[in-house]
């Protein structure tokens, strides 16, 4: 897909990583071509995701808010009722209602209809 190059392109130079001296744009920027790579399935940006949230779940490691939602989204639709149930289980420590929220929205990306 022509967009996904484009994003990849932009990924190269952002990667996932914030840094400190990051604007708000770069931060928005970096948020939504990592969320769209993993909307579009790029299985680099994947398996990234999956990487991220396994080291999360180990180390409490925070993923940033900014695209926090599009990793639980990602993990949850390629990572079967495996990673389905992982991300379930975060609803009960969940801090704030937004918290919450991004939990739910990866909770609804299942791919499974049961």
Request: hydrophobic share 35%.
């Amino acid at each position: 897909l022509f967009a996904c190059d484009v994003f990849k392109n932009i990924y190269k130079l952002l990667g996932w990583d914030p840094k400190k001296d990051d604007s708000e744009r770069t931060k928005k920027l970096r948020a939504t071509v990592l969320s769209n790579l993993l909307s579009y399935n790029d299985s680099e940006a994947v398996k990234e995701a999956k990487e991220r949230f396994d080291k999360f779940l180990e180390t409490k490691e925070e993923i940033p808010a900014d695209y926090r939602s599009a990793v639980f989204r990602s993990v949850v639709r390629h990572g079967g009722k495996e990673y389905y149930e992982k991300v379930k289980t975060l609803i009960k420590t969940a801090k704030t209602p937004e918290d919450q929220l991004i939990i739910y929205r990866g909770v609804g990306a299942t791919r499974d209809p049961a």
